[in-house]
């Protein structure tokens, strides 16, 4: 999942770099095999760097659940629901809702879980648009 969801061929600045950070030598171990093994597959160098992890920093408010923000009245539901940030970044319901947008997931898987979500008729059916529409391009 890590290596399909971005570009790790790509060299950019710190800030937007791609990283895996470890806790222990078991960790670091399995991150650096599994590099090796997505190197030996794209053929080329790969610009993930693997390191411990020190201090997590998160990232700005505006990157918070970034693709659900496309879609106004979901995120106008969860900010009614969630109104600290905080809380609306941590919330599993609004993590799977964000992964379910940017194509992550089955429309079957989404289809089945619509009631958990706690949302209201309008959002509700604003994510059955999405979901519609996002059919075709999610497994």
Do not use: C
């Amino acid at each position: 999942m890590f290596w399909a969801s971005h570009s790790p061929e790509f060299r950019g600045s710190r800030q937007y770099r791609s990283a895996i950070l470890f806790h222990d030598d078991r960790q670091r171990q399995a991150a650096v095999a599994s590099k090796e093994r997505r190197e030996a597959v794209s053929g080329g160098e790969l610009f993930t760097a693997i390191e411990p992890l020190q201090t997590f920093t998160p990232a700005e408010d505006y990157h918070q659940k970034y693709d659900l923000r496309r879609h106004k009245v979901l995120l106008q539901a969860y900010q009614e629901l969630y109104p600290e940030l905080e809380d609306f970044v941590n919330s599993t319901a609004v993590t799977r809702i964000n992964g379910y947008v940017a194509s992550h997931g089955s429309a079957e898987q989404a289809r089945t879980e619509l009631e958990l979500f706690g949302l209201s008729d309008e959002a509700l059916d604003a994510l059955r648009r999405v979901i519609g529409t996002l059919q075709e391009g999610i497994p």
